[in-house]
């Protein structure tokens, strides 16, 4: 028996010889595209820890979907800010910390972080530092906005960042991802 793992969906399908041409396109797949991986003879521990795996695998459209799990408000200018906040995703901030916003840890309201470390809050999984910025968002006021200009405005007023021109990075980056909610 052949055995596929398909990333998306979290799950082992099995082949028969007789599914040939279902197992070609498969490895097909496998080679181009890099959903499926071909996995023989695994145990199921060892299907378990690929799946383990990947539920903890951070990718962007991963974050898209906690951002709408979580049901924070503006969200196109949620991933916008992870984005810069992270420099696409590879700063050591957000690799050791987990840490999506560039937050501090909190001493005054509810949060998902488990200490201090490189001078940010770290986090013990990437999906904690969104629930901990969705605790900021009903904590500062940012969630009273009505409209994505009140949004920036008190991003701004509270002085979010340090970079002078970040709101307008967000603003632009932000109409970019619109589509992606």
């Not at 001493?107 to 986090?123: D, E, M, S, V």
Request: hydrophobic share 35%; proline share 2%; aromatic share 18%.
């Amino acid at each position: 028996m052949f055995y596929t793992y398909n990333r998306k969906n979290l799950e082992f399908k099995r082949f028969g010889f007789k599914h040939y041409s279902i197992l070609a396109f498969t490895l097909f797949l496998t080679y181009t595209i890099g959903r499926f991986v071909q996995v023989n003879h695994l145990t199921l521990y060892e299907k378990e820890f690929i799946i383990y795996m990947d539920r903890n695998y951070f990718s962007q459209d991963a974050l898209v979907e906690t951002i709408k799990n979580k049901h924070l408000k503006f969200p196109h200018i949620v991933l916008a800010q992870a984005t810069l906040e992270t420099g696409g995703f590879k700063s050591k901030v957000f690799k050791q910390n987990h840490n999506l916003f560039g937050m501090k840890q909190s001493l005054r309201r509810p949060t998902t972080c488990i200490g201090t470390k490189n001078g940010h809050a770290y986090y013990d999984h990437w999906e904690s530092s969104v629930e901990d910025y969705g605790y900021y968002q009903a904590t500062s006021g940012l969630i009273k906005a009505r409209n994505d200009q009140q949004y920036y405005n008190l991003l701004s007023q509270m002085g979010y960042a340090e970079d002078p021109n970040y709101i307008l990075k967000v603003k632009k980056l932000a109409e970019e991802l619109k589509d992606k909610f």
